[in-house]
């Protein structure tokens, strides 16, 4: 499986920007995507992840009430809707993809065997 995704770029303090993650390859169900962001000199964090089949959802504190997450079947793509951006929401936003797995492990990076190329997100102005 490869992810490819995209979206990032600059926006102003209280913006909105949407990800998107598209998965090519033979995919396994069950299946699930994540976001992750990692900012400048700090630990890679989890911030949304969706399970695929049952589109149930998972969201960081850190997040919640902004960003969403959400996948399209038909095209194999997830999407981070990222609304009232703040400057501390600065980072590299990766996706990553897991066949299998249990609920309880979904927030750790680790337990995901494939990943996009990361994309900047910068919120300033």
């Known amino acids: 499986v490869q992810l490819q995704a995209s979206g990032g770029g600059l926006v102003q303090p209280g913006g909105s920007l949407r990800l998107s993650c598209a998965a090519y390859?033979?995919?396994?169900?069950?299946?699930?995507m994540a976001w992750f962001r990692q900012a400048p000199g700090k630990e890679r964090e989890f911030v949304a992840a969706?399970?695929?089949?049952?589109?149930?959802?998972i969201i960081a504190e850190s997040v919640k009430g902004r960003f969403t997450i959400s996948r399209d079947t038909a095209e194999n793509t997830g999407y981070l809707q990222m609304n009232s951006l703040k400057a501390e929401d600065t980072a590299v936003y990766s996706c990553?993809?897991?066949?299998?797995?249990?609920?309880?492990?979904?927030?750790?990076?680790?337990?995901?065997?494939?990943w996009g190329q990361g994309t900047q997100v910068t919120v300033s102005s």
């Open positions: 990553a993809a897991r066949s299998g797995g249990i609920l309880s492990t979904i927030r750790l990076d680790y337990q995901y065997n494939y």
């Open positions: 969706i399970r695929w089949a049952s589109r149930s959802t």
């Open positions: 390859g033979r995919i396994v169900r069950p299946f699930d």
